[in-house]
């Protein structure tokens, strides 16, 4: 706990120092990114003298920086609002709103269907952190550069990837660095290689499940992600080197959830650069190169692919026999992590974990803020900015209705964050982004 507190002191302090002076605050925005991008290398020589409660907090300790920067953000909000634009402080105030129906309405159903509190509070925070990450560069959109932000998301994916390099070349990397002790630790199993099960691809390829890059992240899944908000960093800072570097990493993850993010940033690109007969054929592009995948990963596939498909399938089709959820916490795979969980087949899918949990009225919630916030993109001026804002939001919630982890904070705080600058930013006066 001592520990815990030094650290969010430690962040808080130049946080407050920075606000009076009104500088720069992109390296606390990218404080949280860092810290999951490194998190489980240095927990592999710290966990073994750990309990398992101390170990979970510090698993947790880069989302409890981020709620904590903003609570400070928002102290200063209403000494400040009129160094805001006019979009962003909308922003703000519907993704407060948005944390509000969700705050109250998930406790009311953890209560109401009895979900264990550990279970709903992991669910819960894999919950807001869409808005925490958006409201935290709202809030810090008045002094902050998103250029300087994205430059320093570049530097963290450029280190992620050589590492990756490194580790995915080394066979028994992991295995002598004993994250089977690790993981056993949180919870986790491992396969017989000593390994978790996702560090190999859920398809055969060439006959055989291949070793995916993982990274600091120690997970392919969270690096995938990861790496594709990279990917449209360097795409709006014209830094070609980090571009193709980040597809590198995202091939060698063997990252489905980056494919398909692609092809939706391709899309959305298309339709506001190109006419419209352009734009429908990226969409029949687009649609036959996922179909194809789809095929393709259905059939090799050891059936990972499957599970992503049928979680999202199953929780609409619980919708009419459990029109109100069933619970926060109740639901998904941190649900069968902290307690036994609903056995309702609902794992592996964002959108069809918030369906099983919060049923219709959780649909009403995330519609009402997904929707406010696409609405919000698509008025930015910039069309670089448009572009870049609108493809963000589309590829994160294509990829969140196939897979849980991207609504978890180690995923989605570079998305959120670079939307909620971008907004922040519509009419401040700033050069056309370039490296």
């Given at each position: 706990?001592?520990?815990?507190?030094?650290?969010?002191?430690?962040?808080?302090?130049?946080l407050g120092w920075r606000l009076s002076k009104r500088a720069d605050l992109s390296f606390t925005l990218i404080i949280p990114t860092c810290i999951a991008a490194s998190q489980n290398v240095y927990l592999l020589f710290a966990a073994p003298g750990m309990t398992v409660s101390t170990l979970r907090?510090?698993?947790?300790?880069?989302?409890?920086?981020?709620?904590?920067?903003?609570?400070?953000?928002?102290?200063?909000?209403?000494?400040?609002?009129?160094?805001?634009?006019?979009?962003?402080?909308?922003?703000?105030?519907?993704?407060?709103?948005?944390?509000?129906?969700?705050?109250?309405?998930?406790?009311?159903?953890?209560?109401?269907?009895?979900?264990h509190p550990e279970s709903a509070f992991a669910s819960y925070r894999n919950l807001i952190a869409p808005a925490v990450f958006l409201l935290l560069g709202l809030l810090a959109s008045p002094w902050t550069s998103e250029t300087k932000y994205m430059r320093l998301l570049l530097l963290i994916g450029?280190?992620?990837?050589?590492?990756?390099?490194?580790?995915?070349?080394?066979?028994?990397?992991?295995?002598?660095?004993?994250?089977?002790?690790?993981?056993?630790?949180?919870?986790?199993?491992?396969?017989?290689?000593?390994?978790?099960?996702?560090?190999?691809?859920?398809?055969?390829?060439?006959?055989?499940?291949?070793?995916?890059?993982?990274?600091?992240?120690?997970?392919?899944?969270?690096?995938?992600?990861?790496?594709?908000?990279?990917?449209?960093?360097?795409?709006?800072?014209?830094?070609?080197?980090?571009?193709?570097?980040?597809?590198?990493?995202?091939?060698?993850?063997?990252?489905?959830?980056?494919?398909?993010?692609?092809?939706?940033?391709?899309?959305?690109?298309?339709?506001?650069?190109?006419?419209?007969?352009?734009?429908?054929?990226?969409?029949?592009?687009?649609?036959?190169?996922?179909?194809?995948?789809?095929?393709?990963?259905?059939?090799?596939?050891?059936?990972?692919?499957?599970?992503?498909?049928?979680?999202?399938?199953?929780?609409?089709?619980?919708?009419?026999?459990?029109?109100?959820?069933?619970?926060?916490?109740?639901?998904?795979?941190?649900?069968?992590?902290?307690?036994?969980?609903?056995?309702?087949?609902?794992?592996?899918?964002?959108?069809?974990?918030?369906?099983?949990?919060?049923?219709?009225?959780?649909?009403?919630?995330?519609?009402?803020?997904?929707?406010?916030?696409?609405?919000?993109?698509?008025?930015?001026?910039?069309?670089?900015?448009?572009?870049?804002?609108?493809?963000?939001?589309?590829?994160?919630?294509?990829?969140?209705?196939?897979?849980?982890?991207?609504?978890?904070?180690?995923?989605?705080?570079?998305?959120?964050?670079?939307?909620?600058?971008?907004?922040?930013?519509?009419?401040?006066?700033?050069?056309?982004?370039?490296?």
């Open positions: 706990l001592t520990v815990g507190i030094l650290i969010v002191a430690a962040v808080l302090l130049p907090f510090l698993i947790i300790i880069n989302f409890l920086i981020s709620l904590s920067s903003l609570a400070v953000l928002l102290a200063s909000y209403s000494r400040r609002a009129a160094e805001y634009t006019l979009p962003a402080r909308l922003a703000i105030r519907r993704a407060l709103t948005f944390l509000g129906m969700c705050t109250v309405y998930g406790a009311a159903t953890m209560v109401i269907f009895g979900a450029l280190g992620s990837v050589l590492f990756g390099f490194y580790e995915w070349s080394s066979p028994t990397f992991w295995q002598t660095a004993d994250i089977r002790s690790l993981w056993e630790a949180k919870g986790i199993r491992v396969n017989t290689r000593g390994i978790p099960r996702n560090f190999y691809s859920s398809e055969l390829i060439g006959g055989e499940q291949i070793r995916r890059m993982a990274s600091g992240f120690a997970d392919p899944v969270n690096f995938g992600t990861f790496l594709f908000a990279v990917m449209a960093a360097a795409w709006y800072l014209r830094s070609r080197v980090v571009l193709i570097m980040a597809a590198v990493g995202a091939a060698l993850a063997v990252s489905k959830g980056v494919l398909l993010s692609t092809l939706v940033f391709i899309v959305v690109n298309t339709r506001y650069r190109h006419g419209r007969a352009m734009f429908v054929l990226a969409c029949i592009a687009a649609a036959a190169v996922a179909g194809y995948f789809y095929v393709y990963a259905a059939t090799a596939s050891t059936g990972s692919t499957g599970a992503h498909v049928d979680g999202f399938l199953t929780g609409a089709r619980e919708l009419p026999s459990h029109p109100l959820g069933r619970g926060m916490g109740n639901v998904g795979v941190l649900a069968n992590l902290f307690s036994e969980g609903a056995d309702t087949g609902i794992v592996e899918s964002a959108a069809g974990v918030i369906l099983g949990q919060l049923g219709a009225p959780g649909v009403v919630i995330f519609g009402y803020f997904f929707g406010t916030l696409a609405f919000a993109c698509t008025k930015l001026p910039r069309e670089r900015s448009r572009i870049m804002a609108l493809g963000l939001l589309t590829a994160f919630l294509a990829n969140a209705t196939f897979n849980e982890v991207a609504m978890s904070p180690n995923s989605c705080a570079p998305y959120f964050v670079m939307i909620g600058l971008l907004i922040g930013a519509e009419r401040k006066p700033t050069a056309d982004p370039g490296l």
